[in-house]
């Protein structure tokens, strides 16, 4: 089960749980439902006509039928002891404080491993990177974080710019407010087995700015870069067969991949603002980028870089250079921090033809 990873679902578990098997039928219809008529309603098709009724009835016979019928005895074996397997391995992991359970890297399987070397090599990188800096009290900067990130928004509404809806809508729920913490992903794929510290921000104050200032810069760069990006395999292909048809490709021509070791502990602060801030002014619109000016945008992407505090092993620590990865802000600036080196070394190469 463990080899098949998240893809594989063990079959038929629902026989063996405590709740009613209809109840589970119907929580499930329900789920299905909601999906499929929102899938409707976003293709303007009708969910009340007499077909739409009908096939909700028979979504609704089927899914009962395929909870409620009597498993073949095969099948029914084999459920019942995946499901003593999971069972079994839940009890080990309870009882070995020292193992860990966790997804790896780039990949859809499982590590199960000591605890302790994970925790070893989170502890090297940081040193190695040099990119995290540890609180020496005991104060939790999360109230601080919410008082910079609520003064933010409120300068917006000051300058007009958004509404208090808007405003409401950016502002994390306080009742799950928490500081954002960090764990890693084994990339087993590498040898040594390597760690990828993913700092989790979902309930943290600036999380859904954030997310609104990638948003608002990804299509942005996603147009500017488009033609010195490849998006994935197919687009590929077809970069490669115009580059032939262009008559670029000979038969001394050299293909080069290139990694950036560490890339979102590695920008330098300013180096990465002057790039945004570079970035804003060549390809905003009359210095906006709706109605937000640049220097809005920059308020709100240093609040976010300013706050990348975290929590791990019980202390607290701040991350000094570059963005957190987890953060959909990071995403964007550092491809808006890479088109920057891009374009000097196309620039280099193409005064060098």
């Not at 990873?5 to 038929?12: E, Q, V, W």
């Not at 990804?218 to 115009?242: F, G, M």
């Not at 202390?315 to 995403?331: D, E, I, L």
């Amino acid at each position: 089960m463990l080899s098949n990873a998240r893809k594989y679902i063990p079959p038929c578990q629902s026989r063996f749980c405590h709740q009613p098997i209809k109840e589970i039928a119907n929580t499930e219809y329900e789920t299905v439902l909601s999906s499929v008529q929102q899938c409707l309603k976003r293709n303007e098709m009708s969910i009340t006509d007499q077909r739409a009724k009908q096939s909700f009835a028979d979504l609704e016979r089927i899914m009962h039928d395929l909870y409620c019928k009597r498993l073949p005895r095969k099948l029914y074996r084999r459920a019942r002891r995946e499901y003593k397997q999971v069972k079994r391995l839940q009890k080990i992991l309870h009882r070995r404080s020292d193992m860990m359970i966790c997804r790896i890297d780039k990949g859809e399987g499982f590590y199960i491993g000591d605890k302790s070397i994970m925790q070893h090599k989170t502890l090297e990188y940081m040193n190695k990177t040099e990119a995290y800096q540890e609180l020496t009290s005991d104060y939790c900067p999360l109230t601080d974080i919410l008082h910079a990130t609520t003064s933010v928004l409120d300068y917006l509404i000051k300058k007009k710019v958004i509404t208090t809806a808007q405003r409401d809508k950016l502002l994390p729920n306080l009742e799950k407010l928490e500081l954002p913490y960090l764990y890693p992903l084994p990339k087993i794929h590498k040898l040594g087995i390597p760690i990828r510290p993913i700092v989790s921000a979902l309930y943290a104050p600036v999380n859904l700015i954030s997310k609104f200032l990638y948003k608002l810069l990804s299509p942005i760069y996603l147009q500017v870069a488009h033609e010195t990006t490849v998006i994935n395999s197919i687009d590929w292909v077809r970069k490669l067969e115009k580059y032939t048809a262009d008559g670029y490709l000979k038969s001394t021509t050299n293909f080069i991949t290139a990694d950036v070791e560490n890339l979102y502990t590695m920008i330098p602060r300013e180096g990465g603002l002057h790039a945004l801030l570079r970035f804003l002014e060549k390809y905003s619109n009359h210095s906006k980028i709706g109605p937000f000016s640049i220097d809005m945008i920059m308020k709100m992407a240093r609040l976010i870089l300013d706050t990348n505090y975290f929590a791990y092993i019980n202390k607290y620590y701040k991350q000094t250079r570059g963005g957190a990865m987890g953060s959909a802000f990071t995403q964007v600036y550092a491809n808006i921090y890479m088109l920057q080196w891009e374009q000097k070394l196309i620039e280099s190469q193409a005064s060098k033809n």
